[in-house]
Nanobody, 127 residues
Framework: QLQLVESGGASVQPGGSLRLSCAAS????????IGWFRQAPGKAREGVAC????????DYADSVMGRFTISGENAGKMVYLQMSSLKPEDTGFYYC????????????????????WGQGTQVIVSS
């Protein structure tokens, strides 16, 4: 059974940077696309980035394009979200999730297509 654990959340000032980590256990990531999602208080969960199982295709929400970078180390079963130029609207709980897929190029930012979720890590961007 695949399990995911996020870490790296913190409180930072606007313009700052953070790197979130997602550690996988219980299964390799060879057949999973991994996504990062976030949820702000009172708002719906939003997909922000996804990396295909092959690692060759990346997808980003428009709101984070050019500021966030998703990357992965399949051997180490780690996926990262590097966040730069953070804004107050980036505040929220960040979750990593896995979507089983036999298509190595597939990415998706739709939460309904993800079957495995971590517990979340909190990011606060405030001055």
């Amino acid at each position: 059974q695949l399990q995911l654990v996020e870490s790296g959340g913190a409180s930072v000032q606007p313009g700052g940077s953070l790197r979130l980590s997602c550690a996988a256990s219980g299964s390799s990531l060879d057949y999973y696309a991994i996504g990062w999602f976030r949820q702000a208080p009172g708002k719906a969960r939003e997909g922000v980035a996804c990396i295909s199982s092959s690692g060759t295709r990346l997808d980003y929400a428009d709101s984070v394009m050019g500021r966030f970078t998703i990357s992965g180390e399949n051997a180490g079963k780690m996926v990262y979200l590097q966040m730069s130029s953070l804004k107050p609207e980036d505040t929220g709980f960040y979750y990593c999730a896995a979507s089983e897929s036999r298509k190595p190029w597939r990415t998706t930012l739709h939460s309904g297509e993800y079957g495995y979720w971590g517990q979340g890590t909190q990011v606060i961007v405030s001055s």
